[in-house]
């Protein structure tokens, strides 16, 4: 399978960059993930998960920890079993007590951070982590490619199958109850999702940027969107463009792909930004 | 009140509500008689919205709900239901067609409305003077706008008891009478029974046929004038009853 896109890979981009196998697995890796952050990003965006999905990215220290501790031979299977944990934590203590989520989220985010590194520094080891804040694309592993696949089709699929649901939990958990949608499910469902999609894009894009990279692409996307249709067709749109240039322009600059893909989204979400400001002026005219 | 109860759609008995510790409502007694129109009053923190959530069967609750619909015993009707506010960002990417279709609909939003499904929603709109509304961005709709959407959308499919929670807060006054009339052709149109709480004590009560005042449990109970002549009404809203009333309409200059 990897044989066939190496050789297309040959065939259609005959550009110096494109000989090196490192960067044919990147382009692949960046074609797979990227459709996956503009979706799994439009819900995080429309449920306000923001800081939801940036306490997930900065537990992958913790995760890690938790990994060599159990002794899980792949650090990503204690770090994905970590975050689902998190993740489902987080959720049911949202729905169980009445103090502010926000700062909840806050209190979730120090100890998470501050347990890993902790754990990762005695000894004064912590060095050999480093990559993982700031991720490297370049190395992703061959096999990596297949999970990848594998993960991004789980999520399109989950999203075809939820989307109703999600939007209407978005709109009013109340409204959805009455629905007889269980919102409790689905919001811990996608907290799984999530969960595994940080989880297993940590290594690649870093722990200080996978948080960007979720919600830019859907944050440029809503400032051009009528319906919801149009806001995940622009955010994977938004996300797959970004992530192609930046990774192009990192690899021309010598430079970390993961920021330089988020700089790009950045840009897109200034560019979106003017235009919604620009059609608001001119509905109210 | 309707003590035998022949045509009653709905008998709640000794409902009780508890919250985070605090006792939100208690012995809560009401019968809901088909094609009635019940107005629940009462100030901020009375319970209004708790004894939604507990008939919609979202809080746990104590006490006995039963509901007849159609000669049949049943213990959950077919509920429509008006929240009072969104979880909303006025830049929302979500249409008014996405919104109603994520409700109404088991297909998925993503591979567009089917033209029943459409053809459904448009009558609906059409129901509540909002046809023109479809393609709009919910965040962009006018509080009365907005309350009609959704007052459309709890219609379909038709439901046994409507329950509207202070569906007017934000709505001008003449977005107000026009809501309230619809609700009321509704009603009578569609052979449904509606729980509505309000704050606009004076606006719902040539519409309501019955009353109740709620302050943690049944205050005062029947029809619109009796509760509102009721001196109870005073006790229980205090001096600011006149601003309630007056500010919630929308009439600040009054």
């Known amino acids: 399978m990897l044989e066939l896109w190496y050789r297309l890979v ?276 | 009140m309707t003590e035998a109860c022949g045509h009653c759609c709905a008998r709640i008995e000794n409902l009780g509500v508890r919250l985070g510790g605090a006792q939100v409502l208690e012995g809560v007694r009401l019968h809901l008689n088909c094609r009635e129109l019940l107005a629940v009053i009462g100030p901020n923190g009375a319970g209004k919205t708790t004894l939604m959530r507990a008939l919609l069967g979202e809080v746990p609750y104590t006490g006995t709900l039963q509901f007849k619909i159609g000669g049949e015993m049943r213990s959950r009707p077919r509920m429509g239901y008006v929240p009072q506010t969104l979880n909303l960002e006025t830049d929302s990417p979500i249409s008014v067609l996405d919104m109603m279709v994520s409700a109404t609909s088991r297909r998925s939003l993503w591979l567009g409305v089917s033209r029943k499904t459409r053809k459904t929603l448009e009558e609906g709109l059409a129901a509540v003077s909002a046809a023109h509304l479809l393609k709009k961005k919910i965040g962009s709709l006018s509080g009365g706008e907005l309350q009609r959407v959704l007052l459309a959308m709890a219609m379909i499919p038709r439901p046994d008891v409507l329950l509207l929670d202070e569906p007017v807060s934000g709505v001008d006054v003449n977005g107000l009478s026009l809501f309230y009339s619809i609700v009321s052709r509704l009603k009578t149109e569609n052979d449904i029974s509606i729980i509505m709480a309000t704050h606009d004590l004076a606006g719902i009560a040539p519409y309501a046929d019955r009353m109740i005042l709620l302050n943690r449990t049944i205050v005062a109970e029947g029809t619109p004038r009796e509760v509102l002549s009721d001196r109870k009404l005073l006790e229980t809203f205090g001096p600011s009853l006149w601003n309630v009333s007056k500010w919630e309409t929308g009439c600040t200059h009054a």
Not at chain 1, 55 to 61: I, P, T
Not at chain 1, 186 to 212: K, T
Not at chain 1, 235 to 245: D, F, P, T, W
Request: hydrophobic share 60%.
């Open chain 1, 10 to 285: 040959d065939f259609a981009l005959p550009f110096e960059w494109a000989h090196y196998a490192f960067m044919k697995n990147a382009l692949l890796a960046v074609l797979l993930s990227a459709p996956l952050f503009g979706l799994v990003g439009t819900v995080v965006v429309t449920n306000r998960m923001a800081f939801f999905s940036d306490v997930l990215g900065h537990s992958a220290l913790t995760g890690i920890a938790a990994g060599l501790w159990l002794g899980t031979g792949d650090p990503l299977v204690g770090m994905i079993a970590f975050m689902i944990v998190l993740s489902v934590l987080i959720t049911l203590f949202k729905t169980a007590t009445r103090a502010s989520y926000d700062t909840v989220l806050g209190v979730f985010f120090g100890a998470v951070t501050a347990a890993g590194i902790v754990l990762l520094s005695r000894g004064g080891g912590f060095a050999k982590f480093t990559p993982y804040l700031i991720g490297d694309i370049l190395a992703v592993e061959p096999s990596r490619l297949y999970t990848l696949a594998a993960l991004s089709s789980a999520a399109a699929l989950y999203w075809f199958c939820l989307a109703n649901k999600l939007v209407l939990i978005s709109v009013s958990p109340v409204l959805a109850f009455s629905r007889r949608v269980p919102a409790l499910w689905v919001q811990l469902s996608f907290g799984v999702l999530l969960a595994v999609v940080v989880g297993f894009s940590v290594r690649l894009v870093g722990i200080l940027m996978i948080n960007s990279l979720l919600i830019l692409p859907a944050a440029a996307a809503r400032n051009l969107a009528r319906n919801v249709r149009e806001f995940t067709t622009w955010s994977v749109a938004i996300s797959l463009v970004c992530g192609v240039a930046g990774l192009l322009a990192s690899y021309y600059w010598g430079a970390a792909a993961g920021a330089t893909i988020v700089l790009f989204a950045a840009c897109f979400y200034g560019v979106s930004a003017v235009y919604a400001w620009v059609e608001q002026r001119g509905g109210r005219r």
